[in-house]
């Protein structure tokens, strides 16, 4: 009867020994196939992080202001002309210096660019600055930079987190529109100037009420007489 009983006793152990390591096994394999859709879903993630970034053309930036090193996306090799255009970004981060960032933008824009950093890192403001840069082929380009500095418990600025956005195309349509604003303007001083040195009774008028838009002293008189 005893020998029954231990024998009952080992393959109950044995049998919770079993459940115990089936379970353990059940779980690792339940956590590995978490860790790998964890996985999967950071990579579908990152690709279309990537993507947005390719087709947005933003750059994003590490700086470490004690190393003085600069950790940027692949984006960043493309807005300052490192790489061509055509070249697809990733998330990939690579560490350069001060002096890669540096050597890039137009000599007159770069003391704006310290002054706005040093303002924004003493107001413990967000940095936003527009500035033009130059490639290595000489051709002008703009971006605009934002981003916030982090402080350590000491209270010292110890790196400074941001994106770098190209608006070369804004920037070309600002001057052009301004260009056209300038002609008109200049094209209509000179047609004032000229109708107002005339002889001649001349204005040039809208609606019934004959009120003139631009007129010499003989025209605007003429049309005194006439309402």
């Not at 137009?106 to 040093?118: A, G, I, R, T, Y």
């Amino acid at each position: 009867l005893q020998g029954d009983w231990s024998s009952d006793v080992c393959s109950s152990d044995l049998l919770c020994l079993i459940i115990s390591l089936t379970t353990e096994l059940y779980r690792r394999k339940r956590d590995k196939v978490a860790v790998y859709e964890q996985e999967a879903a950071l990579r579908g993630s990152e690709e279309r992080l990537a993507l947005a970034v390719s087709a947005t053309q933003i750059g994003t930036f590490e700086w470490n202001l004690a190393e003085g090193n600069i950790l940027w996306s692949q984006a960043n090799e493309v807005l300052f002309g490192y790489v061509p255009a055509t070249t697809t970004t990733t998330t990939t981060t690579t560490e350069h210096d001060y002096h890669k960032w540096a050597d890039r933008i137009h000599p007159e824009d770069l003391p704006l660019v310290k002054k706005e950093m040093s303002r924004s890192r003493q107001e413990r403001k967000p940095l936003e600055v527009e500035y033009r840069t130059i490639w290595s082929d000489g051709s002008l380009h703009w971006v605009k930079s934002k981003g916030v500095f982090l402080y350590d418990s000491d209270g010292n600025a110890n790196r400074l987190l941001g994106v770098v956005i190209d608006i070369t195309e804004r920037k070309r349509a600002e001057e052009a529109l301004k260009k056209s604003e300038l002609e008109q303007r200049s094209q209509r001083e000179f047609l004032e100037c000229v109708i107002e040195n005339s002889g001649s009774c001349i204005a040039v008028v809208k609606g019934q009420k004959l009120c003139y838009t631009m007129a010499n002293q003989i025209g605007r008189a003429s049309c005194r007489e006439r309402v």
